[in-house]
Nanobody
Framework: QVQLVESGGGLVQAGGSLRLSCAPS????????MGWFRQAPGKEREFVAA??????TTYYADSVKGRFTISNAVNTLYLQMNGLKPEDTAVYYC?????????????????WGQGAQVTVSS
């Protein structure tokens, strides 16, 4: 089981930027899919972005495409968030799926980080 430790998040004004980081520990596999999800109060957890750990293929939710960038480097997962909007306010979770293929379904991911609060003020 891989452990995921998140950092980053915080409070920012609309139009601003934040970066989230996620460091997996324990055994990881090249075929892992790593992703970011978010959950706003009273809403279900939703897919934000994902990347195949070895090949670097990326996937995005339509709501963040062109504003958010997922990447991995030196065994760390990142989510660069630009042009933030109040509707991006949520707790953001890093997640790992042991094998391909990619899926947007949260239930398919095996490990989760502790969550990082992102608040965007208008």
């Amino acid at each position: 089981q891989v452990q995921l430790v998140e950092s980053g998040g915080g409070l920012v004004q609309a139009g601003g930027s934040l970066r989230l980081s996620c460091a997996p520990s324990g055994r990881t596999f090249s075929r892992y899919v790593m992703g970011w999800f978010r959950q706003a109060p009273g809403k279900e957890r939703e897919f934000v972005a994902a990347i195949t750990w070895s090949g670097g293929t990326t996937y995005y939710a339509d709501s963040v495409k062109g504003r958010f960038t997922i990447s991995n480097a030196v065994n760390t997962l990142y989510l660069q968030m630009n042009g933030l909007k109040p509707e991006d306010t949520a707790v953001y979770y890093c997640a790992a799926k042991k094998s391909s293929p990619f899926t947007r379904a949260a239930g398919a991911y095996d490990s989760w980080g502790q969550g990082a609060q992102v608040t965007v003020s208008s």
